[in-house]
């Protein structure tokens, strides 16, 4: 019985010890500290925008209580003047309305990679197929352990840097040189794809030169795609082949909503048919990627009939942007 009683008071003294030890480890304390830190600011921002935009009605009175010096000075400063509004939306909703209710059951927030940014989503009217809206936050933790929110990284007018001027000087340089190889400008439209604040943009390119059947460089027309990476410039996305292509066809229209855009193109062969189609393009979030969504056409022959096709990603699968081709899609919507 001693023995027992021997071994047992042992094991206790080096488990007290282990512990002991454990708690007296620096870099175990430094990412106790981190986990409650991050797990407060979670914290703050649900109570943020619970308190917030929970309601249907926006207190703005409670929303200075979680904001910073100079978030306030900079909302104000663009808010002051009403006859020329420079911040004609709530940054915090990405928005000018909004359904209380439904971004009180939909709000997730996540921690980012750098310290004290993160990541809020939500729906804001809850309607079919809506996406997510997407606010990426900076917080300031004060003297007294509390956070404030001290900016709005993917916002334009509250990310506090500079980024923008260098992603427009990128923007001009990657237009020009695709200028110089023989291309003039058809059509830019700014967009916001990938919902997050900064201008993306669209650019469709024309040939100097006259289509030539057998020669294929007169059949590149480029369409390209520009998303704002910040400060780190443009992510490029680039198509040649959708027109003129093998028929011909000629651009008509740009059309841009939300994440989806629309190449519209037109062609008409006297005394034979003329023809409209339109290719629809996704940028998806989660792969950071533009994917080919649906593909359809109407054409009007001479002899009073119209043919419609439209095919979407259950006719054709998983399509790139960089990788659609005019001359081929045809064959997957028969």
């Not at 001009?172 to 997050?196: H, M, P, R, T, W």
């Not at 030539?212 to 027309?221: C, H, L, V």
């Not at 193109?265 to 533009?290: R, W």
Request: aromatic share 12%; charged share 30%; hydrophobic share 30%.
């Amino acid at each position: 019985m001693k023995k027992i009683a021997f071994i047992v008071l042992i094991s206790f003294m080096t488990g007290c010890n282990q512990g002991t030890e454990k708690s007296n480890n620096p870099q175990t304390n430094d990412s106790l500290q981190i986990k409650n830190n991050s797990e407060k600011a979670i914290t703050t921002l649900k109570e943020f925008y619970f308190s917030v935009y929970g309601g249907d009605e926006n207190n703005e009175g409670l929303k200075k209580k979680y904001l910073s010096e100079r978030v306030l000075k900079r909302i104000d400063s663009l808010t002051s003047d009403s006859e020329n509004l420079q911040l004609d939306y709530d940054p915090f909703i990405n928005g000018q309305d909004y359904d209380g209710k439904t971004i009180k059951k939909t709000l997730q927030i996540e921690p980012l990679h750098r310290k004290n940014e993160y990541r809020v989503s939500f729906l804001q009217f809850g309607q079919k197929e809506e996406k997510r809206t997407t606010i990426n936050i900076l917080l300031k933790e004060t003297k007294d352990g509390k956070f404030l929110i001290d900016g709005i990284l993917n916002d334009n007018y509250l990310n506090f840097s500079e980024s923008k001027k260098v992603s427009n000087i990128d923007s001009k340089k990657i237009i020009a040189s695709i200028l110089s190889k023989g291309y003039f400008l058809v059509d830019k439209q700014e967009c916001d794809l990938n919902n997050d604040s900064f201008k993306d943009l669209i650019v469709v390119f024309g040939n100097n030169k006259d289509v030539i059947p057998n020669d294929p460089e007169t059949k590149i027309a480029p369409i390209v795609v520009l998303i704002n990476q910040k400060s780190d410039g443009y992510k490029v996305f680039s198509n040649e082949n959708i027109y003129p292509n093998s028929f011909a066809d000629a651009f008509k229209n740009l059309v841009i909503k939300k994440s989806f855009f629309t190449i519209e193109l037109t062609n008409e062969v006297p005394d034979n048919y003329t023809s409209d189609k339109y290719i629809t393009f996704k940028y998806d979030a989660n792969q950071d990627h533009i994917f080919l969504s649906k593909y359809g056409e109407n054409i009007n022959w001479n002899d009073s009939k119209t043919t419609h096709k439209v095919c979407t990603a259950k006719d054709f699968g998983e399509i790139s942007f960089e990788n659609y081709n005019s001359d081929h899609i045809r064959d997957f919507c028969k």
